[in-house]
Structure formats: C-alpha cells, structure tokens
C-alpha cells in the first residue's frame, strides 16, 4: 500500500503534457528520404544511379516532347519548322490519325458508326465489368452485338434482326424444356435457333431491301485500332463459352471427349499464334467446301477464338481444380444432375476463382491482335508499317507513330490490368 | 433399404442407354465419336477435293528442291542453290539461337528487376514498377518494330567510320555498332589452344569438387570454409596461367573496316538485335513479376524465425527465402520461357530468318505448298513446347513437398 495521498504532496499533475514535436531530423520529408533513399551506403547509391537514369531518360524525350509540330502536312515541312532542333513532329497524328483509328478505306463520313459502337462498348460491357449494377442492364449486353455489327457493317438490317431472333426463340426453346432436362433443352434451342436462321436467311436473300439505311462496309475495309478493337472484344467474348466446355471436357470421366479436349488444348498452346493466323490464310480455305468464300476477317476471328479458348479453358480448370471436393460431392448427394451440378453450384464458384486470370487472357489476347499486321491485314501497326510510313510524306517518322501506338495499347491494358486487381480485391471477400 | 444403382429390372431396354449412368457414358462416348469421324471426313474429303482441283498434291518433295534465296544469317553453310530443307534447319538453328541467348538475358533482367521492385528505395522500386508496366502492357510487336528502328536508323552507317576523323568510333576499337549490325571481335584458336580449354573445363569442375567438399565439411564439422574466392581463384587462375605459359594462343579478330563494310570478327545483324533485345525486355517484365510474386509467398514467418536463430540478412536470403521462393518462381518462368520461344516467331517482322520466316515465309511463297509448311511448322513448335514441359514436369516432381 502506498502512503503518499493527494494532500500531502505539493504538486501532482492532472493534465498530460503536450507531445513534444520530434527531432527534425526524425520526421517529415528528410526523414522519409533519409529512411527510404539514403538509409545505407549500397542504398545511396541505387537511389543516385535511379535518378540519373531518370535525368538521362528525361533529357532525351523532354525537349522532344515540348518543341513537337503539330501542323505540318509531311516530314519535309516539319523539318523545316524544327530547323535542326530536336522535336517530335507530331502533325503525322494530326494528318492520319483517321487512318490509325479506322483504317484506310473505311469511309470517312461514317466514321461516328464505328465511334458510337466503341461508346456503346462501355455501357455494354459496365454490367459485366461490375457486379454491383442492376442486372437488368445485361439486356444492353445481349443486344450490344447485334446494334454494333449492324453500326460497323451497315448493310440490310434484317441481317442482325434474324440473329438476333434465333437467339431469342433459341433461348425460348431452351427455357421451356431445361426443367425437364438439359440436355433436351440445349439440343432444342439449337435445332430452333438454327430453324429461324434457315428461314431468315431464305427470307434475306429474297427481300434485302435495294438502299439499306446505312450504308454496307465490306471487312476488307475494316483497319486501324479499330481492328484490334473489334478482333479483340469479339474473341475474348466467343472464347469464354468455348473455353468453359473445353475445361469442363478435360476434367470429364469419359476418356474419349476428356482425350480430345487435351489434344486440343496443348495442340493450341504448343504454337504460336503466328502460325495460326498462317493456316487462317493460307490453309483454312483448303478445308472448307469447294467454291466457299470466306471474310479474312471470319478467318482470323476463327483462328484467334480458338486460340485464347484453349488458353481460358486451361485458367477456367485452375479454377474447377481449386474448389473444394466437398463441393462436387454437395451437388452429387442433392441429387443434382451433371448439368445443374455444374450450372448450380460448380461453375458460378469455379468462375469466380477465374476470373482474374481470364482478364489476364483478355490483355494478352488483345495485344497479341497486333500479329494480324503479318498476314497483311492493316491493324494499327499494320497501318503504320504499311500505308503509312511507304507514304512520300511521311517515310521516316518512326517514334512518333510508334510512340501513338504503344500509348494506345498501354491505355487500355494498363486499365484492364488494374480493373483486374481491383475485382481480385472484391472478390477475395470468403477464401482463404 | 435404399438402393444406390437402379433397381435391376431384367433385360435391356433402348431407354437405358440415355437414362441409365452404367451406359449413358458409352452412348456419349460413341456419340462424341461418330461426331468426330464425320468432322474428319467432311474435312478430309473438302481437303482432297481442293487439292484436286488445284493440281496438287500432298509431299514433301519440295524440301529437296534448291530454295533460290538467300538468308541473312546462317549458323550452317547455306547459300541460295541449297534445298528447302536446309532452309528450314538454318530457321530452327536461329530460332533456337534467340530463344537460348533470349530466355538468358529474360531471366537476369528479370531477376534483376523483380528483387529491385521489392527494394525499400523508393525511387528504384517505382522505376521498376513503371519497366514492368510499360513493358507488360505495350504488345511484344511493337516493342521488337522500335528497336529495330532504333537499330538501323539511330545507329551510323559503317561509313561514318571512315576517315581521320569519322563521325563514328568503335568501342574500345573492338566493337562497331552499325545500323547493320553489331561486329564484334571473334575468337581465333590457334595450336595450343586445345589445352587452354580443356585446362579452363577442369577448372570448373574443380570448382563444383570444392564447393561440395566446402558443404561436406560445413555439415560433418561446422566449420565454414570460404567458397567465393576461392571458387573465382579455381576458376581462372590455372587457365590464365597456361594461357600466358603457352604464348597466348588464343586471339582475337577484330573487325576492320574494309570497304563500303566491316570485316572480320561476328557480324551479329541487327534483326537479331533487335529481336532479342526486345523480347529479353518484354519476357523480363513477366518475370519480375513472377520472381516478385515468389519471394512475397515465401511467408515472413521463416525470415523472422531464421533471424531468430541468428543468422545474417543474407544468409537468410540464400539459405532460407531463395530456396522455398524458387519451388513458386520455377514453374511460371518456364512457362515464360516457353512464351518467349513462341514470341521469336515475330521474327518475320523485321526479317530475322528464324523458321517462320524461312520455312512458312519464303519457302511457303515460293513454292506454294501451305499445308505441307505449316504442319511442318507447327510440329517445331510442338515439339519444343512438349519438351519444355515435360522439364518443367520433371522439374515440379523433384521440388514437390514430400508428403509422407
């Protein structure tokens, strides 16, 4: 027991001192350099070396930048404007970027059906992208190809209406007779869509109307980022349906579909993209029924889907692989089907796990979409190695085209990319 | 009681074979099948019909016909009167020679790269942050086209090291950079040398004796014997000594300008260059990252309790986080290998004849056999693929955790 009381000492403090502010040389900025640049000799000297690469990378592209022409109707004239100081002439941006974004035979006064297409991307894609928006936004989604191949192609608008009807009376089909079965819902939907397609197509080669409302646009004409861009979305979104049967298909107990599945699948990624856009030109024609004509375009969409399908098929088997046992032995002793396993309880889990990885594909698959400039299709880097720097004008003017090029690319799979990180973050809510 | 299997009925009816699971799997199966075969036929049978009607036929023979073009780089003897087939072996020659010397420099980059991400310096790891984004992000396409660019038109042409005072020097008068290429001096191996070799590969023998000999001692008496000196001393000192006793028989040729060119030394082109320079930056982004992601799995509970049994930040690094990071970096960096050997087929893009540009590029043109190239082509590349995996498997079965 102590014996000191309140009344007996003269002075006892009620109130805490105030903090006393720390050393300066323990706070704020100096201490922050002094802890992350300089905290040891080998340190000094990295964080000195990194700030002369950065004065080097600087000094190079700074006056580049700031002295760039941007008016000037070919490299001859800006070099005129420049007078032998460095600058950028980036007046190739301002006389061609048509060309860059839309390829060189799209006709320009159509340019806003493939601008509003791309806005109408954004509200397409917004309900896929995040969860937390009503889902009755997802008929946006299901319509946006339709409204969008009609924008780019134009032509008869009967065309996408009858897809689009198959779709609908597919679905119907499926919708009426999934209770009873999948299997019978799946095979009836198909036979419907199919039906009305047949029909359809009877009824658009009797009655295509003389002067369509917008004016068709044949593929050939298709070039530019806008070519990556349709090449891109088209794929990525056909190959996720393919890539979830040829997962399922590997991890099948039937040894014959589970033996073509991985023939496929490793057959794919065992080459290299080049050599598949090779068999869409040149080989692919040889396969198909004499006298076919086939879009190069149809071709390489073809090719490509099949492509990122083997490479999803194999992100979407991380995924079923990494869902607990118990999960597949829940669906089993509910008596659920192999089908309602799947859709009910297996997928939905195994999909989310994956979808990290499947952005992943998304990305690669998109920048692989410039390999298209080698078979002579004029994508972006096609154009620019093509038509653009073979122009007199312009023969020579590499780094700001490629400069452009690059920037494009980066913009959006640099935002993919942290759209990616930012879903992994949401998603990680329950595991682990 | 219950039943697990259906009740047997007796007999066998039709239904069965779609409702009954003993049988259902063969009715897919047989199903699957028959789909198969149809698919094959229909192929096959368009397949046939279209090479009848263009004339052709199905062979090989064109691989023995004189190719009738020239190459930029060879590794073998190849000149233009040579057959097809030695075309496509000097292709798969330079492809493996991108791939080799490209996965080498991929790996140090990234390495490199990935351990400064994770440095305490700020500015060093955030100028790793923006090579690894700038790299992943920007298509390997575009990335090969400016440096080559940079390759042959930054680069002076071999006449600017003409005269008194040229424009142009070479470094330390034995390199010349040219927008045709890099010369550097070759090897000349002159009597003698033999032994210089065979001494310098004894050399590195000797070393992996002493540092396993230096690990024997460590683990039966704990006593630490020095081993980087050592192995530097082992490695280099008997082979200079012979080097010098034998009058320095091994030389260099340097390259000189002779003419409108350089001659003498290694002509490295600059497609080359340019193809492996950029797809070493592009692959070493990815394997930052991979290199990244594998030291933050190892979980910091082993740094602290290795730095509680008092060892030194980097011992702990060799002996404790390298080895249990690998079993998470090895897997992917293969696969990034793998990648890299499928990107070198850009090679065609800036005329670098790796097989893609000889055998499904110029010999697909000229002698119009598509099929036969690019089956040909694409069973390369399966092959090195399937041989790449099939390490990485062997590779995943010795570092896998042994559970008993």
Redesign the interface.
């Given at each position: 027991m102590s014996d000191t009381h309140a009344e007996s000492v003269a002075f006892v403090r009620d109130t805490a001192i105030p903090p006393a502010p720390p050393p300066n040389a323990q706070a704020g900025a100096i201490k922050w350099v002094r802890a992350?640049?300089f905290?040891t000799w080998a340190?000094a000297g990295?964080?000195i070396a990194?700030?002369y690469?950065?004065y080097l990378i600087l000094v190079a592209i700074w006056p580049w930048l700031t002295n760039g022409v941007w008016t000037a109707p070919s490299l001859s004239a800006c070099r005129e404007v420049l007078q032998g100081e460095v600058g950028a002439c980036f007046s190739v941006l301002t006389e061609r970027w048509n060309q860059l974004l839309f390829g060189f035979t799209y006709p320009s006064d159509q340019y806003w059906r493939p601008g509003i297409s791309f806005l109408l991307l954004f509200a397409a894609i917004a309900p896929v992208m995040f969860f937390k928006l009503p889902r009755k936004l997802l008929i946006i989604t299901a319509l946006y190809p339709f409204v969008a191949y009609y924008l780019i192609w134009g032509g008869t608008i009967l065309t996408p209406i009858i897809a689009l009807l198959g779709f609908v009376v597919g679905y119907l089909a499926y919708a009426r007779l999934v209770k009873g079965n999948f299997a019978a819902g799946f095979f009836a939907g198909i036979a419907a869509a199919a039906l009305v397609w047949w029909i359809g197509g009877m009824i658009v080669g009797v009655m295509g109307p003389e002067a369509p409302w917008l004016e068709e646009v044949p593929s050939r004409d298709m070039g530019g980022f806008m070519l990556n861009l349709i090449l891109g979305v088209t794929c990525v979104s056909l190959s996720i349906p393919l890539g979830i049967v040829l997962a399922l298909g590997r991890q099948s107990?039937?040894?014959?579909?589970k033996g073509?599945c991985v023939v496929f699948i490793?057959?794919i990624?065992?080459?290299?993209?080049?050599?598949l856009l090779?068999?869409a030109n040149?080989?692919l024609?040889?396969?198909?029924?004499?006298g076919t004509t086939f879009d190069l375009i149809l071709r390489v969409i073809i090719m490509i889907t099949m492509f990122a399908s083997a490479y999803i098929a194999e992100v979407i088997r991380g995924g079923l692989a990494a869902l607990p046992k118990g999960q597949y032995e829940a669906g089993d002793s509910l008596g659920l089907d192999y089908p309602q396993a799947m859709r009910l309880i297996i997928l939905p889990q195994a999909l989310k796990i994956s979808i990290p990885g499947i952005v992943n594909i998304a990305?690669g698959l998109f920048?692989?979409t410039?390999?298209v400039?080698?078979i002579s299709m004029f994508d972006l880097?096609g154009m620019i190695?093509g038509p653009i720097l073979a122009s007199t004008e312009w023969n020579?003017v590499?780094?700001e085209l490629?400069s452009f090029?690059?920037l494009l690319?980066?913009i959006v799979?640099?935002g993919i990319?942290q759209y990616s990180q930012w879903l992994e973050r949401q998603l990680a809510t329950g595991h682990r | 009681m219950s039943t697990i299997t259906d009740p047997d009925r007796g007999g066998f009816r039709v239904s069965q074979l779609l409702s009954d699971t003993r049988y259902r799997?063969i009715t897919?199966?047989v199903i699957?099948?028959l789909l198969?075969v149809a698919v094959f036929y229909y192929?096959g049978n368009?397949?046939v019909?279209?090479?009848r009607?263009a004339g052709l036929n199905f062979s090989y023979g064109f691989l023995d016909e004189a190719a009738g073009y020239d190459v930029g780089q060879a590794l073998i003897p190849y000149d233009s009167q040579s057959s097809n087939w030695q075309a496509a072996k000097v292709g798969i020659l330079n492809t493996l020679l991108v791939a080799v010397l490209g996965c080498v420099t991929a790996t140090i980059l990234g390495v490199v790269a990935g351990v400064?991400r994770l440095?305490?310096?700020?500015?060093?790891s955030r100028?790793m942050a923006v090579y690894v984004?700038?790299f992943?992000?920007?298509?390997?396409?575009?990335w090969i086209?400016?440096i080559y660019?940079i390759m042959t038109?930054v680069l002076p042409a071999p006449n600017a090291f003409r005269g008194d005072t040229p424009d142009s020097t070479m470094l330390m008068g034995m390199f010349a950079f040219t927008n045709r290429g890099i010369y550097i001096p070759a090897p000349v191996f002159n009597a003698g040398s033999m032994i210089v070799v065979g001494v310098f590969i004894a050399s590195i023998i000797a070393m992996f004796a002493y540092r396993a000999y230096a690990k024997k001692v460590l683990f039966d008496t704990g006593k630490l014997l020095p081993t980087a000196l050592p192995s530097l001393a082992i490695l280099f000192v008997p082979a200079l000594l012979i080097f010098f006793i034998l009058g320095r028989p091994i030389g260099l040729d340097i390259p000189v300008l002779s003419g409108f060119n350089f001659g003498g030394g290694i002509k490295i082109g600059a497609p080359l260059i340019a193809l492996w320079f950029a797809l070493s930056v592009y692959t070493g982004a990815f394997i930052a990252e991979n290199v990244r992601a594998g030291i933050q799995a190892v979980s910091e509970g082993q740094t602290e309790a290795a730095a509680a049994l008092g060892m030194r930040p980097r011992r702990i690094m060799n002996l404790v986080v390298l080895p249990q990071a690998m079993r998470v970096i090895i897997p992917p960096l293969i696969s990034q290998y793998l990648n890299l050997t499928?990107?070198s087929?850009?090679a065609?893009?800036v005329g670098y004849a790796d097989v893609?540009a000889t055998l499904?590029g110029i010999t697909?043109n000229q002698t119009g056999r598509?099929?036969e190239c690019?089956l040909l082509?694409?069973l390369f590349?399966?092959a090195?693929?399937?041989a790449i995996s099939a390490v990485m498997n062997a590779y995943n079965n010795s570092v896998k955790l042994k559970e008993r």
């Open positions: 992350n640049l905290s340190n990295l964080t990194a700030i690469v950065i107990n039937l040894p014959l579909i073509i490793e057959f990624r065992g080459v290299p993209l080049i050599t090779f068999v040149v080989v024609a040889y396969f198909l029924p004499p990305v920048k692989d410039t390999l400039s080698v880097v190695r020579g590499y780094w490629f090029a690059a690319f980066f799979c640099y990319s | 799997a897919f199966q699957a099948f198969l192929l368009n397949l019909q279209n090479l009607a400064l440095s305490k310096n700020w500015i060093v100028l984004e700038a992943r992000n920007v298509p390997v396409l575009i086209l400016i660019a038109v499928k990107n087929s850009l065609i893009a893609t499904g697909l598509a099929i690019v082509l694409m590349y399966l090195i693929s399937l």
